[in-house]
């Protein structure tokens, strides 16, 4: 059984910034992209940023320049830094990882989401 358990959302006021984190547990082999989605009400889910193993990244436009992607391999976790959040970032966020579980079998996994609120 693979888990995706995310952290770090709240209310923030415009201009503030957040920290989210998310960590794969379970039967874990190897884990390859991990990301971030994120996804409002009335709205298709949406890319946020992803990273591969080696740490390449790609962005959605919308957060390009404010937000940092980043992962710490051995704790098989992800991270998304949110800078300068705007209300428009308003909306539940989702942790996405590609996993090899410890029987070989490979799956895209989510974790529950965590909401994140920017709002004076």
């Known amino acids: 059984q693979v888990q995706l358990v995310e952290s770090g959302g709240g209310l923030v006021q415009p201009g503030g910034s957040l920290r989210l984190s998310c960590t794969a547990s379970?039967?874990?082999?190897?884990?390859?992209?991990m990301g971030w989605y994120r996804q409002a009400p009335g709205n298709q889910r949406e890319l946020v940023a992803t990273?591969?193993?080696?740490?390449?990244?790609n962005y959605g436009d919308s957060v390009k320049g404010r937000f940092t992607i980043s992962r710490e391999a051995g704790r098989n976790t992800v991270y998304l830094q949110m800078n300068s959040l705007e209300p428009e970032d308003t909306s539940v966020y989702y942790c996405n990882a590609h996993i090899f579980d410890s029987s070989l079998k490979y799956g895209t996994y989510w974790g529950q989401g965590t909401q994140v609120t920017v709002s004076s």
């Open positions: 379970g039967r874990i082999f190897r884990i390859d992209d």
């Open positions: 990273i591969t193993t080696a740490g390449n990244t």
